[in-house]
């Protein structure tokens, strides 16, 4: 005869099971989410560093390769703007890469960051450091928008939220990016899934629509990648839309017509394609690249001690870090017949973001696929179409939403399951916070290190920004000479972002400017009229000259107050005009008529 258990343990495990899969309305499972977002930003972030008075924002720098300025540059971008005048183009500086001036659209400073800093400076007079509460925020919305991405899959559990919330707030992607302001923002793919599963429940589209445009002009007031992912999502909407009969040819197009101009005069009215922009092209596409062992090997692991180095076969594949995460990976395994089942029943219903999917893993991928430090494959291509994917030459970054989505199907798969799957997510999240932990720390050291490594004495700095009417620097940052593909020499790098600093703060107005492409003083009417000047060769030369000109201009200061810092030999003291005084600022050299 079999033994029952004891009603007061059957009690028990049933008031332990109702308690996991209580269901709570829409706004309790966002506001959930929200506290475990609060509690882990809390424990990267302490009070001082969100209201920006900690030594950090001296000098603030990030921990992986080249964050040692992808941070600083663009808070110097952001102090130059919150100082500015109003005026069209929206977000050009006169003051900054001068004599030309430029678009601050380009130099990865979050530009809704910098407009709402502007304001409040508009209206109190204080240039207010507001990037620490964006970075605290950007550990926060990633679960409310994955809790969100729930919600419009109809899975309402509160332990789903809790799930979810610590799943997409320590996603290592997220957390290796630490340094690169704009990249953080990365909750912004997790809405633009919840609101393409939104979109695909009802034949209404009017405020789904509005929701769309304001989504995705957020996304380009952020960043052109995070932009462009989000714009995918979009089109793969409208396109899903259409299959599913949810609106007839006319209407789509009509729609995305629509929806294409509001966007093209918001991004005209910020400046993007004013004359002077840096052109978008570059080279590095198969070299910023993922390696296909990326997602699945364990990389800055807590739980492999041998996992500790980044997959990195080209020297610039750490863009393309996409590791998952071993509680990721687990509970990928345990869903993994059922999210079969799913994509079998549902290839038709999702059919043009899977589509979608493939040809952004292809071009994470790159043309030069590598698994481990093995090339596996190289197909080859023409220069000018090289130069063209340069647009976004770290390809390797646009794997973060097929990332998130993974995330996402793990949940509500697992949730639509068996219950036990539901005890092994609860395990798998865990583990996943076990496994970031290297991240974790690293994120946090680097805070408590306080001010990046300078180059120039900063008091020294500080007086001789103070008396000068205007600071040039030679060679300024763009025209510092490449080491290789991946790196400029990092001690010139490091000085000319602490000279941008330190103008910034005085508002003053200086030559150097951190920016994501060369200004090469070439147009898109340039391009128009004349193709040729697009080609490697051409712009290399125009870049010559335009540093040629720099050196040219150091040698004979027009007006007292210029004050040039000269990181090189060049120009040479005894080449300077008649009445110029250099004088040495640490390892370097200041000149200026007295």
């Not at 197909?379 to 970054?397: C, H, K, T, V």
Request: hydrophobic fraction near 50%; charge should be positive; glycine fraction near 8%.
């Amino acid at each position: 005869m079999k033994m029952k258990p004891p009603s007061s343990i059957v009690s028990l495990a049933q008031r332990f099971r109702r308690a996991l899969l209580v269901e709570l309305p829409c706004w309790q499972m966002l506001i959930l989410a929200a506290v475990v977002g609060v509690a882990w930003a809390a424990s990267l972030f302490d009070r001082s560093f969100v209201t920006a008075h900690t030594a950090f924002w001296q000098f603030p720098h990030g921990m992986i390769r080249s964050g040692e300025t992808d941070t600083a540059a663009p808070f110097a971008a952001y102090l130059y703007y919150a100082q500015s005048p109003w005026h069209l183009p929206l977000f050009y500086v006169p003051t900054l890469g001068w004599p030309v001036g430029v678009n601050l659209i380009f130099a990865d400073f979050v530009p809704i960051v910098a407009l709402t800093g502007k304001l409040v400076h508009s209206f109190t007079g204080v240039v207010a450091n507001l990037y620490g509460t964006y970075f605290f925020l950007c550990f926060v919305l990633p679960g409310v928008m994955m809790a969100l991405v729930l919600v419009a899959a109809k899975i309402r559990y509160a332990l789903a939220a809790i799930i979810a919330a610590i799943f997409a707030n320590t996603t290592p992607a997220l957390l290796w990016r630490w340094g690169h302001v704009a990249l953080m923002a990365q909750f912004l793919l997790i809405g633009a899934l919840a609101l393409y599963l939104f979109s695909l429940q009802t034949r209404a589209w009017r405020g789904l629509g509005t929701a769309w445009i304001a989504y995705l002009i957020l996304a380009y007031l952020t960043n052109i990648y995070l932009f462009s992912m989000v714009g995918i999502v979009w089109l793969c909407t409208i396109v899903q839309r259409r299959l599913d009969g949810f609106a007839t040819t006319q209407e789509a197009l009509g729609i995305g017509a629509l929806t294409v101009i509001l966007l093209t005069i918001v991004i005209a009215l910020g400046g993007q394609f004013s004359p002077g922009n840096p052109l978008p092209f570059a080279f590095g596409y198969g070299y910023y690249s993922m390696n296909l062992a990326s997602p699945f090997v364990p990389q800055s692991s807590g739980v492999f001690p041998w996992g500790k180095k980044v997959i990195d076969a080209t020297g610039g594949q750490y863009e393309g870090f996409n590791y998952f995460g071993l509680g990721l990976l687990l509970a990928s395994l345990l869903v993994l017949p059922a999210q079969v089942s799913w994509l079998r029943r549902n290839l038709k219903r999702h059919v043009a973001l899977l589509c979608a999917f493939m040809a952004l893993t292809a071009f994470a991928v790159s043309n030069r696929v590598y698994v481990g430090h093995r090339l596996m494959l190289e197909l080859p291509l023409p220069g000018y179409f090289i130069q063209i994917l340069g647009i976004f030459r770290s390809s390797g970054r646009f794997f973060w939403l097929i990332c998130y989505t993974q995330i996402a199907m793990v949940i509500v798969l697992g949730f639509r399951r068996a219950r036990p799957l539901v005890v092994c997510l609860m395990g798998a999240a865990i583990i996943q916070l076990v496994d970031v932990q290297p991240l974790r720390r690293q994120l946090i050291a680097s805070i408590a290190e306080g001010p990046g490594t300078e180059e120039l004495d900063p008091d020294q700095v500080a007086r001789l920004t103070a008396r000068a009417r205007r600071i040039d620097v030679v060679p300024s940052f763009d025209c510092i000479p490449w080491q290789n593909e991946d790196k400029r020499p990092a001690k010139l790098a490091r000085a000319n972002v602490e000279l941008m600093l330190a103008a910034a703060r005085m508002n003053v107005a200086t030559n150097t400017v951190d920016l994501s492409r060369h200004i090469s003083n070439v147009t898109w009417l340039d391009l128009l009229r004349e193709p040729s000047r697009g080609r490697r060769g051409s712009l290399e030369e125009q870049h010559q000259d335009h540093c040629q000109k720099e050196i040219e201009r150091a040698r004979t200061p027009e007006h007292r107050g210029d004050v040039f810092v000269l990181l090189s030999d060049q120009p040479r003291s005894g080449e300077m005009i008649a009445g110029v005084i250099c004088s040495p600022l640490s390892w370097a050299r200041y000149c200026q008529r007295p």
